[in-house]
């Protein structure tokens, strides 16, 4: 909701009780520090940015990544996804071949300690360390993942301001597009895109598939424009002289930013079990380059052999999205008025007892 | 209200042709569909190529072909519709029309279930807000949402197919997976139910050893293989369906309703020995909705007789259970075929199929076992789309019901003295459901597109494969067929949900501004 609003809805409804305690928190604070203090106070949604990061810089570190094509920054992994290194036979559960190295039991506990090995991964059927090959994939799903939630963040955006705000012809024109591209579920125009253009690389997919993400995203935001561009706030800015460029970039965007980041948020979890779903079909990632769900489609079949070819993964996949997801309803939280902190028994106690004492000074 | 519909049908067609207009010059220019015939080696190569050419129109531009397509489909409203041919030359209506009950199948029953299941549980978790089974139910959902569904599937293959099926070769249920499912049971309900912490640990307690017990005696008396219910069982079900269905809709305190649901509970047990006379000699959907329409009608009579004031919401009551206890007695009859199902050859004590929409090899001339061997194919496909696809109802159902809770109605409701299974149940689960009823048609439309993936992973043959097919081979008229039917169906599906919406919210009127 609104930003500006705020201020009108604490004086009216500073009233008592619950109210009081919560709007007593946010006394003196702008938004941006109300907002951030909302979601950190939201736990999982910090344990989840706080993995995310981590995984972000665990992959892209653990192997060489070219910037640009031209500066190359090495990475820690000994591996490459095209080195072939002797695969692990024998001293594997039930005679399989390529099994993980990685033991996380410490000695105390009948393990072997804590240590990732050779192939903390496992190998696949003709040797290449597994691990390189997820790090690979789960580099290519995040990028994918990134290019698709920023070009479909930012022409949703675009297209949903203009036609909030120009209403109209524009207006009509431009939901009529969205009405066209909606009716086709994202998997199908997905895989036409994908089986046609996925051996152009995966950024070009991503590019491809963002091309077509935005479609929700712009309804959204026009919905927000059209409330907000009838607000006093914006009247204000008009007759102050304001052009329609500044009124949206600076008065009204910023109050629908909120929309904007959670949709984005959900934009870019469903991006990534997208790319995988359509690699898992053969339709997104295509071999030799690597994805998650490539590498789940190819290895499906050795679940019961094998299991480590399928658990790893999924296990980034699922990390990545579920993070991903509570980050977006942590933001929600944090950027909705609407949505007050639960407050607890002993601060409604202690609110309580000071109004009382407050009564007693009177 | 009828201009209003003709009119949405009016701009549905425009959208319709536009969004099919798009679709079939992107999927024409993205590929060339005599590539494979290019680069072959076969002698009449150019002949190959010609005769597709002509069969196929490929020497119209794409955009004039859109024209010679959509006159085909078009034929729709007169009667014939023609969705051209494929490759190979045959007709793609008549695939689409094998196609569309296969992937129908598949995503029905996952959706009900979905549907029932996430609004239950998302009510109880708005209920229980900040509870331990509200965050825990939180983490599920947003788990469930993230699960891709091609990585459930191979887990579900494993472990409700393969390792079901190895366990039914001995069924004994060892005493640590008895003590587990016990104490999850129990932390389940304990949970749900909720309360202080006395209450807490006796439901705990009680549903631990309720659960374990239960498995201990299916255990011992062979019952993973020869399952059934039985009379006695039967009608203490039905016992607790009534007291169930009337709790819920009108209140115990109706004795009335009671009465009448008690009334249907008892012909349940009647009927338990025709019913499956009647099963056995007129096996078929007759059969099975002659029972329907039997208990049904005991419930309605029941209802006009017990009753002396508000016979609605009694019969209504009455009709539920009736209905719901029906379908024990079929479930019934459907266990008791499960041992003659185990001991055909097709089958051979492997009952839980992990791919097929049925099992070729198995005598189809008995109406119970085929339908069993249907069940039991949908059972892995339906489990895998009903964990993906209720977390969204759970969140949905959550948020909406805590916004409705927050309302001046609410509170008047409670204000007037009413009793909380009314306020909940009346005032603000119907007021929840507006805006749920809605969702659930656009998902409906969105899950049959969405079936893709599934059909390939569980190797049914729907749309999805048709689909996969006419990507893989170029067909561009199959590919345009199925696009056709499923963006028809969402934007039907759109036009139902706006009219569901009016018909269910009275401050909402169509047809007065859109």
């Known amino acids: ?362 | 209200m009828f201009a209003f519909i003709m009119r949405r049908l009016g701009v549905l067609g425009v959208i319709l042709m536009g969004s099919s207009f798009i679709l079939y010059n992107l999927a024409a220019y993205s590929g060339d569909p005599l590539a494979e015939l290019r680069t072959s080696q076969d002698p009449n190569r150019d002949f190959l190529m010609i005769s597709l050419s002509r069969e196929l129109q490929l020497d119209v531009p794409p955009p004039a072909r859109y024209f010679l397509w959509l006159k085909g489909v078009v034929g729709l409203f007169v009667g014939h519709a023609d969705f051209g041919k494929t490759r190979e030359g045959a007709t793609v209506g008549a695939d689409l029309a094998q196609a569309i009950p296969v992937t129908l199948r598949l995503v029905l029953a996952s959706t009900i279930i979905a549907i029932v299941l996430g609004i239950g549980i998302g009510i109880v978790t708005a209920l229980r807000q900040y509870s331990r089974f509200d965050y825990s139910m939180t983490f599920v959902s947003f788990l469930m949402f993230s699960l891709p569904i091609f990585w459930v599937a191979v887990l579900l293959k494993q472990y409700l197919a393969i390792s079901f099926n190895n366990f039914l070769k001995v069924p004994d249920v060892p005493l640590k997976a008895l003590v587990a499912l016990g104490l999850a049971s129990g932390i389940f309900w304990a949970a749900v139910i909720g309360g202080s912490r006395k209450t807490f640990w006796t439901v705990f307690a009680l549903a631990t050893t309720i659960v374990a017990s239960l498995i201990a005696i299916m255990d011992a008396m062979n019952w993973f293989l020869q399952p059934g219910l039985g009379p006695i069982i039967v009608l203490a079900i039905a016992i607790g369906i009534a007291y169930g269905v009337t709790q819920l809709s009108v209140g115990i305190t109706n004795k009335a309703a009671l009465k009448s649901s008690l009334t249907v509970s008892g012909a349940t047990l009647v009927m338990y020995y025709p019913a499956n006379w009647i099963f056995n000699n007129n096996p078929g959907p007759l059969g099975v909705f002659g029972i329907f329409s039997i208990l049904i009608t005991v419930g309605v009579i029941a209802g006009i007789l017990y009753s002396k004031i508000d016979r609605g919401p009694i019969i209504r009551t009455a009709v539920i259970t009736a209905f719901l206890s029906a379908l024990i007695l079929v479930v019934d009859k459907f266990m008791h075929t499960w041992k003659q199902y185990m001991e055909t050859d097709a089958i051979n004590y492997r009952p839980v199929p992990t791919i097929g929409q049925r099992n070729d090899l198995l005598d189809t001339s008995d109406f119970w076992i085929s339908s069993l061997d249907l069940v039991m194919h949908l059972f892995l496909p339906t489990v895998a789309l009903t964990l993906i696809s209720f977390a969204g109802y759970i969140r949905y159902s959550r948020g909406t019901l805590l916004e409705v809770l927050n309302q001046d109605y609410i509170r008047t409701a409670r204000a007037k003295g009413l009793t909380e299974r009314t306020v909940i149940m009346r005032h603000a689960f119907r007021n929840t459901m507006i805006p749920l009823t809605t969702i659930m048609v656009v998902d409906f439309a969105g899950v049959i597109g969405g079936a893709l993936i599934t059909e390939r992973v569980f190797g049914w043959s729907g749309m999805g494969t048709l689909f996969y097919r006419g990507i893989l081979s170029f067909d561009l008229n199959l590919l345009m067929g199925v696009f056709f039917v499923t963006s028809t169906l969402s934007v039907l599906a759109n036009l139902v949900a706006d009219l569901l919406y009016s018909a269910l919210d009275p401050r909402i009127r169509v047809g007065s501004g859109a």
């Open chain 1, 1 to 362: 909701m609104a930003f500006k609003s705020k201020k009108s809805e604490v004086s009216t409804e500073a009233l008592s009780g619950e109210n009081a305690i919560s709007n007593r928190e946010v006394e003196g604070l702008s938004q941006g520090q109300i907002v951030r203090r909302r979601f950190f106070r939201h736990r999982a949604a910090v344990i989840s940015l706080v993995t995310i990061i981590s995984i972000v810089i665990f992959v892209f570190s653990a192997l060489d990544f070219r910037l640009f094509g031209v500066w190359r920054i090495p990475g820690w992994w000994k591996w490459t996804t095209e080195d072939l290194p002797e695969l692990r036979v024998g001293d594997c559960p039930g005679g399989t071949v390529g099994c993980p190295t990685i033991s996380l039991r410490p000695k105390f506990l009948g393990g072997s300690g804590f240590g990732l090995g050779d192939h903390p991964f496992g190998q696949d059927d003709i040797g290449r360390d597994f691990f390189a090959l997820v790090m690979k994939g789960a580099q290519r799903s995040l990028s994918v993942m990134v290019v698709i939630g920023f070009l479909g963040g930012t022409i949703g955006t675009i297209v949903g301001s203009v036609s909030g705000f120009y209403r109209g012809k524009i207006d009509s024109i431009l939901m009529r597009l969205v009405d066209f591209m909606i009716t086709v579920p994202a998997v199908l125009i997905g895989s036409v895109i994908g089986y046609h253009y996925g051996n152009l690389g995966a950024i070009f997919l991503a590019f491809y598939l963002g091309l077509f993400a935005w479609t929700g995203l712009s309804r959204l935001v026009r919905g927000e424009f059209l409330t907000l561009r009838e607000r006093e706030f914006v009247d204000a800015a008009r007759v102050a002289g304001a052009s329609n460029r500044r009124i949206i970039f600076k008065h009204i965007l910023p109050n629908a930013v909120g929309i904007i980041i959670v949709s984005v948020t959900l934009l870019l979890s469903g991006a990534i079990l997208l790319e995988t779903a359509l690699s898992y079909l053969g339709f997104g990632v295509v071999p030799p380059d690597v994805s998650l769900g490539l590498l789940i489609s190819q290895y499906q079949d050795s679940f019961t052999t094998r299991p480590w070819l399928f658990w790893y993964p999924g296990f980034f996949i699922i990390t990545i999205a579920l993070s991903i997801n509570f980050i977006g309803d942590g933001l929600r939280d944090a950027f909705d008025p609407r949505q007050r902190r639960r407050i607890t028994k002993k601060e409604r106690q202690e609110s309580a007892i000071s109004k009382k004492l407050a009564q007693a000074d009177e």
